[in-house]
């Protein structure tokens, strides 16, 4: 174990320490921020459309499950939460990602 000490100290010799390295906080590239407002916008709007439509569809096969074919029911009961949980996603990412990153 002796060696693995002497490569620890080998390499804090050639690589600086972890605080000594800059890390210099995010900055959005000069003109870029309309379009990327502009991207994450539209990234927003085609997710609530798609959440709307997923729902509607998971009420169609429940109410069509009624009618005779349990299995479209089941589906569609089974399919709600997956939709819920994408929308609830797509609503706290920009949140989570300011969080982890920001």
Not at 65 to 93: D, F, I, N
């Amino acid at each position: 174990m002796m060696w693995l000490h002497a490569l620890q100290d080998a390499i804090g010799t050639i690589v600086p320490p972890y605080d000594l390295v800059n890390n210099p906080s995010p900055k959005v590239p000069p003109g870029l921020q309309p379009k990327i407002d502009l991207l994450l916008g539209w990234g927003k709007w085609a997710c609530l459309i798609l959440g709307v439509a997923g729902i509607l569809i998971c009420a169609g096969k429940m109410a069509l499950g009624q009618s005779g074919r349990s299995h479209y029911a089941a589906e569609g009961a089974s399919e709600l939460p997956k939709v819920l949980l994408g929308v609830s996603l797509a609503t706290v990412a920009v949140p989570i990602i300011t969080a982890i990153f920001g």
